[in-house]
């Protein structure tokens, strides 16, 4: 494949069914065929990509979707060979494409997904050649007029107030559709021949679309089946479970009505698949939920409780299909374009003059192909299914992207993402999404430096701590990977960022209000309904200033490995002068805590955790502190910012206060959960991986495995015990896989370690001696003498 697909010269064309741009408030589905004949043995490698969204089909069988999420500065061609699905005779490539409206500003609701970036022109991309075992040329398949296409007028959008971050829910009408329009022997002499509109440049001329390779994994999909029925009406529920475990079809009446509700066992993302034969006329409804509401709920006041607790009801909009009833031989199916995130599915079906068989109603899940190598038990079983929960957590929101959460937003956020690329390193040493996310970020940066908070989405906004998170994010990717590489290539970023907050600095050397720029906000304190403190309108957050102070500490870190000397003496100057500062502008000597704002009496658990991480306090000072921060009366950290604090008492010695904090998360066992939760009472979404701290936590604290050096060049094992009987699991590094299975049995400890061949380990016991070894370790100790 070649990778400098900007300036190659490209066979194909930009092609759509009318003349570009298409300036439409409208999303908008076209099909495209391509034919050919075969009489030889071939091979077919294709590339292609489209403007917004695609599914490739060959011969009928559904090959790909994408393009992966693309930006204004990478639009993604995605290459797939195809050469198992060709036959003897006429074959046939075809391309459904949706496009998504490119109005500015973005309008939501109407808008399609917020987290799926689009041009002004709409299009369809494809090259490829058809070559016969001898590797000559048969045919080229590119893009071009020889092309027919369809424009599916039946097509429309139902915006919805509930998740308007996707944009909305479809409303198909089939009989405006062709049926079996993929397949080969569609006869397509009626349709139009397709236009040619653009074709990528060279000469360092651009289009619209920066074409890059796809640079991460297609997603899977595997088929699912549903495993309960739940409050059928106006049929037997266990006739519908014989439909979903015996492929059973139902035969309803012209005029019947009915519904239910089914359930996938577990909170999910997938491609619902609804087959249907007759019943022309006929509405199939689908509503997607992550679980039940308590009756009384409306979507603007939901209230949560037991998600199994099937006596409540399912809120959410519906996409609705009216079937064709076209073909009496074959089934008709239904299939949303985009994968629904769904515990449960309500179908609707009003049945109309023509009776209609229900063949068949499944799903086939989708998500990143992680490969999870991490394992972890231990004895405390409420341990073991936490981790199961926040494991399922970080795969579903796992895409092309990650998810703050699949269900309401698909949208990534660097807040979000620093956390889930540590849960990834930890269960899986696979950085390939992680690598994007951080070239994402990049390319969402503004003139000043400054990045923006969520991306890609085609509505910008700016938070300026998030910002900060991209430093942790390029730290932790050396830490685990240990390559330089992604550090020479963002050095100018990293400068340009920090520079940003330097020049924001007030006379008191700390960073100033930054409300009348941008959104200010730290976290879902339940006191902050905005993310922050109402008064940080008028006086600035200490917080920032102490998460600037961390963020410089680091990148004059990174920017010394590299060689920027001078720089890197510079910034760690700013972190020393700007910890100062908080010092002599919050420090509290009534309290002996940090206030939250200047001339205040805030304080929150995040300020004193930041003073600590950026070096504002140290000692016996630090360790002081962060006792007190566990025990006073200060506005508490949430699920995500709890990994901060878990962080902050390691680094003072305090890791045996980690295990009670796991009482948060123990509350979700009891809600009929499958996934983590946003936030902890009456959350808006049932699945937000930032929640899965557990994923960061048990492999580096209860088993105790971290890198000593970058890339795991040498490996530090310190397992914390407090509350436990035994734990045992595996770690993935990018040099191998850890195992560590350790047991208390009275007052002996005993551990039994497998590390990767040649790698020095050094072992931290609970009595604080240490064994260095390389390969396998087996060692006991006795408690007492901790």
């Known amino acids: ?40 043995s071939a091979s077919l490698q294709l590339e292609l990509t489209a403007d917004s969204r695609y599914i490739l089909f060959v011969n009928g069988e559904r090959v790909l979707v994408g393009p992966s999420k693309s930006t204004r500065q990478a639009q993604y061609v995605d290459t797939v060979d195809v050469s198992k699905y060709l036959k003897y005779g006429k074959n046939v490539i075809a391309v459904k494409v949706l496009r998504y409206p490119s109005s500015e500003p973005f309008q939501y609701g109407i808008g399609g997904p917020t987290s799926i970036w689009r041009s002004q ?25 020889s092309w027919k296409v369809f424009r599916h007028r039946g097509y429309n959008y139902r915006p919805s107030p509930l998740i308007f971050w996707m944009g909305g829910l479809e409303e198909v009408y089939a009989e405006q559709a062709p049926l079996a329009w993929n397949l080969p022997q569609y006869d397509d002499v009626a349709w139009d021949a397709a236009i040619p509109f653009a074709q990528p440049k060279g000469y360092g001329l651009l289009n619209p679309w920066r074409l890059k390779p796809r640079s991460i994994p297609f997603l899977y999909e595997q088929e699912r089946s549903f495993i309960a029925v739940h409050n059928a009406a106006g049929i037997d529920g266990a006739d519908v479970m014989k439909l979903m475990s015996e492929r059973q079809p139902l035969s309803l009446k012209a005029h019947e009505l009915i519904s239910f509700e089914l359930d996938a066992g577990e909170l999910t993302t997938g491609y619902i698949e609804v087959s249907v034969q007759g019943g022309k006329g006929s509405v199939i409804s689908l509503l997607c939920a992550e679980g039940y509401d308590e009756p009384e709920s409306t979507p603007r006041n939901r209230v949560k409780k037991n998600r199994e607790n099937t006596s409540g009801k399912l809120l959410g909009d519906y996409d609705v299909y009216h079937v064709s009833g076209e073909s009496l031989d074959a089934a008709e199916v239904y299939e949303p374009f985009w994968f629904r995130t769904f515990r449960y599915v309500r179908v609707e079906i009003q049945v109309g003059d023509e009776p209609l068989q229900l063949s068949a109603i499944q799903y ?17 079983s409420e341990l073991n299914h936490l981790w199961d929960l926040s494991l399922r957590t970080l795969k579903r929101c796992m895409h092309e992207t990650y998810e703050d959460c699949p269900y309401y937003e698909q949208l990534q956020y660097t807040m979000d993402s620093r956390l889930m690329m540590l849960f990834t390193y930890n269960v899986s040493a696979d950085d390939r999404l992680p690598r994007r996310t951080i070239e994402d970020f990049y390319q969402s940066r503004m003139s000043s430096g400054l990045l923006q908070s969520r991306y890609p989405s ?34 100018p970023a990293i400068l340009e960022l920090m520079d940003w907050f330097h020049s924001r600095m007030t006379e008191d050397g700390i960073v100033g209000v930054t409300s009348n720029e941008y959104w200010t906000y730290f976290d879902w304190v339940d006191a902050w309904p905005l993310g922050a403190p109402p008064e940080s309108k008028e006086k600035p957050m200490i917080l920032l200033s102490l998460m600037y102070g961390d963020a410089l ?7 010394r490995l ?10 760690h100057i700013r972190a020393d002068q700007i910890c100062k500062a908080v010092v002599q502008v919050s420090w509290s000597e009534e309290s002996n805590l940090f206030r939250e704002l200047p001339e205040t009496e805030i304080y929150t658990q995040h300020s004193q955790i930041m003073a600590v991480l950026a070096g504002a306090i140290e000692g016996e000072e630090a360790k002081q502190l962060m006792k007190r921060t566990l025990t006073a009366p200060l506005h508490k950290v949430t699920l995500p910012f709890s990994y901060l604090l878990m962080k902050a008492l390691k680094k003072v010695e305090l890791a045996d206060e980690l295990f009670p904090l796991w009482n948060r998360w123990r509350v979700f066992q009891q809600q009929g959960l499958t996934t983590l939760p946003e936030t902890e009472v009456n959350p808006r979404s049932d699945c937000h991986a930032w929640s899965s701290v557990p994923l960061a936590e048990f492999p580096s604290t209860i088993l105790g495995v971290s890198p000593a050096k970058p890339g795991f060049e040498e490996i530090n094992i310190h397992p914390v015990i407090d509350g436990l009987q035994w734990a045992k699991g595996v770690v993935p590094t990018v040099k191998g896989l850890v195992k560590v299975d350790w047991k208390v049995e009275d007052d002996n400890f005993s551990i039994s370690i497998e590390s990767p061949d040649g790698v020095p380990v050094t072992l931290t016991m609970p009595n604080g001696s240490t064994h260095a070894f390389t390969n396998d370790c087996h060692l006991s100790v006795q408690l007492s003498t901790v």
């Open 562 to 571: 590299t060689g920027w000397n001078d720089v890197a003496e510079e910034l």
């Open 121 to 145: 022109s709409a299009g369809l991309l494809v090259e490829g050649e058809l070559l016969n075992e001898q590797g000559q040329l048969i045919e080229g398949v590119h893009s071009d007029a």
């Open 458 to 491: 085609t509505d910008p906004q700016v938070i300026p701590s998030f910002s900060l998170y991209w430093i942790d994010m390029l730290l932790e990717h050396y830490q685990f990977n240990g390559s330089l590489e992604l550090i020479y290539r963002y050095r």
């Open 364 to 380: 086939r899940e989708t998500g990143y192909p992680l490969e999870v190598r991490a394992t972890f038990q231990s004895s405390d």
């Open 1 to 40: 494949m070649n990778t400098d697909m900007e300036n190659r010269n490209w066979k194909g064309n930009w092609i759509w069914d009318v003349e570009q741009p298409e300036l439409s408030n409208e999303q908008v589905l076209v099909y495209f065929r391509k034919t050919f004949k075969l009489s030889q």
């Open 553 to 559: 500490r680091k990148a004059s870190f990174l920017l």
